[in-house]
């Protein structure tokens, strides 16, 4: 998974992303600042926290945005981990549509499926 | 019978031989999941399983300790402490901290079979409990008798009223009604619908109210009381209009009494006018951002206490998760140096929810994914803004 997230790495406004296994193993990650890998592993431990708690109320999601001012933290679940990025910059519907197109081959290399949602294989 | 169980140890080979055992107790869909580490234990949502194996010692931290933090949040749940020894004084201290059980941790097949039957035996007594009607704490009721004797206690309480067909809320502040809802219509409207549910016979639950709920029915419960019984002696004659809901048909799903789709109240002496796509239009004061369609939404304080909220069919779950979250997000927020969130949207395939967090709690609203835009999700965002300023 190296090679996918030196790529990773080199995505336009990217500061650090990580891909994380269901047992909270870190799979994969780079980072563009001084996030260090532990704190990145706590960071997508606790989104997978959070999905799993919305999914113990009936309220299934596999995808997260969450505004930090001008900060993005995205990350989405799949069946084998999930895969988190940390972003210098405010997103809306557009770029998240243009990060899947980026992030999705380089995992899909890697063996690594993620949910397409409708609006991004528009 | 168990469902979601959970092992919580620092003995991989017990764990393995426990899960396996636990497996055979359960449903054929029943899930045993093992954490060997405590503190990511500690991230883990209790209340999601009906069993958790806990070890009296853990490797970092006093298992008896985080029963009494896991009781606390899952007080539902069946907690059983695994005790490498026997002594009295551990057993009363596990019991003292919510276990339900106190067992000695097998070593051989046969003290597994016991250890089995053992758990077999509670979680029988658990799931006749769990399997009672859950009318447990509601009484088939008049209506009007229990507004009644709220408004003459002076009480503050949110009355959930269920009939056999549909769901609703009346807010009861200091002895009046303030307001009423049930999907499709609000205010005064809803009050005297809900009166005469399957004939004023309901289930009926009550919740503390400690905020101020919003207003929305000016008339005295007296009065009210009484245009409601006239109205049934007129069999369900006209009811007054104000504050009428709607509710928009084909684009809203109506499956689920305790969760459809209704709109806001729009603010009372105003028209309300639909646009092209269906959807609610206020015609409110142009600086003011109209709320758009939503499933339900809610807002909690810092303390994680619910403040308002609309269309929530389990309000204490959603005030949890809400304050869940915003917990979480505040410990990511720390570990990434930033400021606490300001918005927070998660997608999912049948719904999308977006949390906005101020100084002073956050609001939480859910939509449903077939028809949320990225422009109503932002309209959500701004509302909940301007409710802050």
């Known amino acids: ?122 | 019978m168990l469902h979601q169980g959970l092992i919580l140890t620092s003995h991989r080979e017990y764990a393995q031989a426990m899960r396996l055992g636990l497996l055979s107790l359960g449903v054929a869909q029943a899930r045993v999941d093992v954490e060997l580490d405590a503190l990511r234990a500690m991230q883990l949502v209790p209340h999601q399983y009906n069993l958790i194996l806990l070890d009296q010692m853990l490797d970092s931290m006093d298992g008896l300790q985080l029963l009494l933090l896991l009781k606390q949040q899952a007080p539902a749940t069946k907690f059983i402490i695994v005790s490498d020894a026997q002594d009295e004084t551990s057993r009363a201290h596990a019991y003292q901290n919510g276990a339900d059980f106190f067992l000695e941790r097998p070593h051989t097949t046969e003290g597994f079979r016991t250890a089995l039957e053992a758990i077999k035996g509670l979680l029988g007594r658990h799931f006749d409990t769990k399997t009672m009607p859950d009318t447990l704490g509601a009484a088939m009721l008049s209506i009007s008798d229990i507004v009644q004797t709220r408004c003459l206690s002076g009480d503050s309480v949110l009355l959930l009223v269920r009939s056999k067909k549909q769901s609703g809320d009346i807010f009861i502040y200091r002895g009046e009604v303030y307001h009423a809802q049930y999907p499709g219509k609000s205010g005064e409207a809803a009050f005297y619908d809900m009166m005469h549910w399957d004939g004023g016979h309901l289930q009926i639950r009550d919740l503390k109210l400690s905020h101020v709920p919003p207003r929305t029915i000016e008339t005295s419960y007296r009065q009210l009381l009484e245009a409601a019984e006239k109205a049934a002696t007129l069999d369900g004659g006209t009811r007054p209009p104000t504050g009428e809901l709607l509710v928009l048909s084909g684009e809203v799903p109506l499956a689920a009494s305790d969760s459809s789709v209704v709109l806001e109240a729009p603010p009372r002496g105003e028209e309300v006018t639909v646009s092209q796509s269906g959807r609610l239009l206020e015609p409110s004061a142009p600086t003011e951002t109209a709320i758009p369609a939503l499933n339900s939404h809610w807002k909690i304080n810092l303390m994680g206490e619910l403040v308002e909220g609309s269309q929530m069919s389990e309000p204490d779950r959603c005030a949890f998760i809400s304050y869940f979250i915003y917990r979480k997000l505040a410990d990511v927020a720390v570990t990434l140096e930033v400021d606490y969130f300001s918005n927070f949207t998660l997608f999912g395939p049948h719904l999308q929810q977006v949390l906005v967090a101020d100084n002073m709690g956050v609001r939480h609203g859910v939509f449903d994914t077939a028809w949320t835009t990225e422009d109503l999700r932002n309209q959500y965002i701004q509302w909940c803004c301007e409710q802050s300023f």
């Open chain 1, 1 to 122: 998974m190296n090679k996918a997230f030196e790529q990773i790495a080199l995505i336009e406004g990217i500061i650090a992303a990580t891909f994380v296994s269901p047992e909270g193993k870190l799979l994969g990650w780079c980072s563009n600042s001084a996030i260090s890998q532990e704190a990145l592993k706590f960071v997508a431990e606790t989104c997978r926290v959070i999905l799993s708690a919305n999914r113990a109320e009936q309220r299934f999601a596999e995808t997260g945005v969450i505004a930090f001012g001008d900060r993005t933290l995205v990350f989405r679940e799949g069946e084998v981990g999930m895969f988190m990025a940390y972003l210098d910059s405010p997103t809306n519907d557009a770029v998240l549509v243009w990060l899947w197109e980026q992030v999705n081959p380089l995992l899909d290399a890697e063996g690594v499926k993620l949910v397409v949602t409708p609006a991004e294989s528009a």
